[in-house]
Nanobody
Framework: HLLESGGGLVQAGGSLRLSCAAS????????MAWFRQSSGLEREFIAA????????IYADFVKGRFIIARENAKNTVYLQMDNLKPGDTANYYC?????????????????WGQGTQVTVSS
């Protein structure tokens, strides 16, 4: 249903763009978000974007470095990540919220992808 791609190994200070392709006909009706999870830690909110992309929210730790965007014609949401740090190493997940509103709460999201690994070396 949700398939992430674009992860990999990058040096500190580098950039990656993650993509999440969704199946189905109602993509533009869902809030979309990115989360991440490191080994042994809880899943952590990164960013979310509204149905048409006009509104977004971010976790404080990524402001100015990451940008979330969506392209409804392609059923895809993106996460542009710049100035990556070793602390950004994690498995990154996209998620759908079918009921709104835009939120950072993990339990508000109904569907999740399998994740894509991002590793940032120092």
């Amino acid at each position: 249903h949700l398939l992430e791609s674009g992860g990999g190994l990058v040096q500190a200070g580098g950039s990656l763009r993650l993509s999440c392709a969704a199946s189905g006909d109602s993509f533009d009706k869902y809030i979309m978000a990115w989360f991440r999870q490191s080994s042994g830690l809880e899943r952590e909110f990164i960013a979310a974007v509204s149905w048409l992309g006009g509104s977004s929210i971010y976790a404080d730790f990524v402001k100015g470095r990451f940008i979330i965007a969506r392209e409804n014609a392609k059923n895809t949401v993106y996460l542009q990540m710049d100035n990556l740090k070793p602390g950004d190493t994690a498995n990154y997940y996209c998620a759908e919220n079918h009921n709104g509103p835009i939120t950072n709460r993990v339990d508000a999201y109904d569907y999740w992808g399998q994740g894509t690994q991002v590793t940032v070396s120092s």
